[in-house]
């Protein structure tokens, strides 16, 4: 089954404790991507990559890093989390942005943490 | 910079109602592509609907419609005779040319009342 897989589905962790939230797609995608969604914000892109070590900054990367070492994976990492960082975590992959855009972008569970 | 703005943050219906969701949007890209996803209670995304910016035509599906307006820049969504299990938060988006970046809006919650 096509899938995309977050972990954790819920952390609650402290101010100043590195965390890895990990995602991992399994239909050979070679773009990915993290959103973080908040009320009345909708969803807001983090970072996205295009393929295996090619990276790039969304609308709101500040205080987020990821990495793209192999193709099925892409984590997201909060080095020095804080509070503002309480957020519901999307990722989402899909194939190749095609110029028709006819590829379907999959979502994964979300991911929600919480900052104290 | 793109824009996607859903001015309505909370629509109440009661079941049976038509709802019309609305969704404006800013772009300077020619070529472009707006979304619409719904997000149930238990919260996963679901895709409901594509659309580039050639494409002016109305799309019906059941019981939904979209009505694309590139002179208003809008792209409200129509769900004829709502049903209780409607009820969600609905977002519009859109994307870049390129397909990279994708802006949402703020959302839209429909609660339908039996």
């Known amino acids: 089954e096509a899938q995309v897989t977050q972990n954790p589905r819920y952390l609650i962790t402290v101010t100043g404790k590195k965390l890895t939230v990990t995602c991992s797609q399994n239909?050979?995608?070679?773009?990915m991507s993290w959103y973080r969604q908040d009320p009345g914000l909708g969803l807001r892109q983090i970072y996205y990559?295009?393929?295996?070590?090619?990276?790039d900054k969304g609308d709101v990367p500040e205080g987020y890093k990821v990495s793209r070492k192999e193709k099925r994976n892409f984590p997201l990492i909060l080095e020095s989390p804080s509070p503002n960082q309480t957020s519901l975590y999307f990722c989402?992959?899909?194939?190749?942005?095609?110029?028709?855009?006819?590829?379907?972008?999959?979502f994964g569970p979300g991911t929600r943490l919480t900052v104290l | 910079a793109q824009k996607v703005t859903q001015a309505q943050t909370e629509i109440s219906v009661v079941e049976k109602e038509d709802v019309t969701l609305d969704c404006v949007y800013e772009t300077r890209d020619t070529t472009y592509y707006l979304f619409w996803y719904k997000q149930p209670p238990s919260g996963e995304l679901v895709f409901l609907i594509r659309r580039n910016s050639f494409d002016e035509q109305n799309e019906i599906s059941g019981r939904y419609s979209w009505n694309f307006q590139k002179s208003t820049s809008s792209f409200n969504f129509t769900i004829t005779a709502s049903q209780v299990v409607d009820s969600a938060v609905y977002f519009c988006?859109?994307?870049?040319?390129?397909?990279?970046?994708?802006?949402f809006g703020g959302g839209t919650r429909l609660m339908v009342k039996p």
């Open positions: 239909m050979n995608h070679e773009y």
């Open positions: 989402a992959s899909r194939i190749k942005p095609t110029a028709d855009h006819t590829d379907t972008q999959y």
């Open positions: 990559s295009m393929n295996v070590e090619v990276t």
């Open positions: 988006a859109l994307s870049d040319n390129a397909g990279n970046m994708l802006t």
